[in-house]
């Protein structure tokens, strides 16, 4: 998974004051459109959704060491939230844990001839991701039979495909 070397040096800084607090990191990213934005999503253990309490609590602790790290030259946006019911997968542990759910992600180089995969997490094995039903983002085709492995470092980004 392509992660700046920013966002590297953010992953290093954060995680134990999130956690801390009660929750799990999701992801963090850096957004550049008009306003740069820092995005920092966070979980909790269980059924229990985050609030815009959750969010704001967090945001008040991670704020003084933004401020005081100042690794983020330019002005720029901070915003806390949830993963949403499209969690994006980060980690090969967001692999491992959410294996047998269905994914659609987008990948750097071609995988059986497409950069854009749907289909359900199968396995995951080394720096491999198995993912079944494959279709090239084509969701009409859900044979069983069509089965490929992804390098992990390969993805660019990877989500779960929210069911309501």
Known sequence: MYITPLELRLYDLLPKTIEVLGYNLVRIKIINNDD????????????????????EKVSKNISPILDVEDLIKDKYNLEISSPGIDRPLVFLKDFLAFKGKKVKMKTRIKYSGSVNHTGFISGI???????????????????????????????LNANIVGEI
Do not use: H, R
Not at 39 to 55: F, H, L, P, R, Y
Not at 131 to 150: D, F, Q, W, Y
């Open 36 to 55: 740069k934005t820092l995005q920092i999503m966070i979980d909790k253990d269980g059924e229990t959704a985050v609030s815009a309490a959750d969010c």
């Open 125 to 155: 094995e080394d720096n491999q991701i198995f993912i079944a039903n494959n279709n090239n983002g084509n969701t009409k085709n859900n044979s069983l039979e069509n089965v490929i492995s992804i390098n992990y470092n390969d993805i």
